[in-house]
């Protein structure tokens, strides 16, 4: 397990996405094996995920920030329509049953790596001002989507800021925190569902486990450090072409578990 959080933390400073994309795939074989109620594996995964976001997202932000790299205003003026979002995502997630969320997760993953495989980015170096009906639907679009597979958004949210006119630097940082209040939103939601329905989980409250989470974030925090400053050093249009490959073995590994269970 804490070998799984060096990459999650260096792929969240690298990318801004948070780490959930890794993580949630990792924490639901791992709870799986241990003998987690098959019921909630997938929503325990997820839960536990968004906690893992949440400091993690703060150490990338904050290393981002120092490079000029976040624009507070589109954090605030777009994120609280995203906040809406994940509430909404929070309650249908914690009402579907393991074998539909995992599902979503694996068609949604599948067209995200399709995205980053097949998209030619552009520079455009204009930012264009976000109109507010454009905030409030792509905000709640994109905040209903992560909450039910426990990520930060930033794999949506890059490529909206990117076709705004935002550099790519740009894109990631400030992607990076609106991904921490859509992971904070997210934990508080996983937990308060979890305790609601009585799931009992061991070593967890509600649908975050206590474990996992201690032995991630030490690690998750310092890479996410190391892959933020990164970021700025390299050709991050390369590296997501590998990403892009990672994701459709991921999604194809969950279609796979989605016909099994």
């Known amino acids: 397990m804490a070998l799984t959080a060096i990459p999650v933390g260096f792929v969240a400073g690298l990318f801004g996405i ?15 094996s241990l003998g987690i109620d098959q019921q909630y594996v997938m929503h325990l995964a997820v839960g536990t995920s968004f906690a893992i976001i949440i400091p993690t997202s703060t150490v990338s932000v904050l290393t981002h ?34 074998k539909s969320l995992v599902l979503f997760f694996s068609i949604i993953i599948f067209l995200l790596s399709f995205y980053l495989l097949l998209i030619k980015e552009k520079e455009k ?65 996983f937990l ?3 305790s609601y329905l009585k799931t009992n989980l061991p070593l967890s409250i509600g ?11 030490p690690i998750t925090t310092f890479m ?17 072409k590998f990403f892009g490959i990672f994701l459709l073995i991921i999604a194809t590994k969950f279609l796979y578990e989605y016909f099994k269970i």
Do not use: C, W
């Open 207 to 217: 649908f975050l486990n206590i474990p996992a989470f201690l032995i991630f974030i």
């Open 65 to 98: 920030h120092k490079f000029k790299a976040v624009d507070f205003e589109i954090v605030k003026s777009y994120g609280i329509y995203v906040i809406l979002g994940v509430i909404f995502g929070t309650i249908f997630a914690a009402f579907l049953k393991t």
């Open 18 to 32: 948070g780490g959930g994309l890794i993580t949630v795939p990792f924490l639901y074989y791992i709870f799986g």
């Open 125 to 189: 170096n204009v930012i264009i001002q976000i109109k507010l009906h454009l905030k409030i639907i792509l905000g709640f679009i994109v905040g209903f989507i992560s909450a039910p597979m426990g990520i930060g958004g930033a794999i949506m949210n890059v490529p909206i800021l990117k076709f705004f006119g935002y550099s790519i630097n740009k894109a990631i940082g400030s992607a990076a925190a609106i991904g921490f209040l859509i992971a904070l939103f997210g934990a508080f939601g």
């Open 224 to 240: 996410a450090r190391v892959g933020a400053k990164t970021v700025h050093r390299i050709d991050k249009n390369k590296i997501s």
């Open 192 to 194: 308060v569902s979890g």
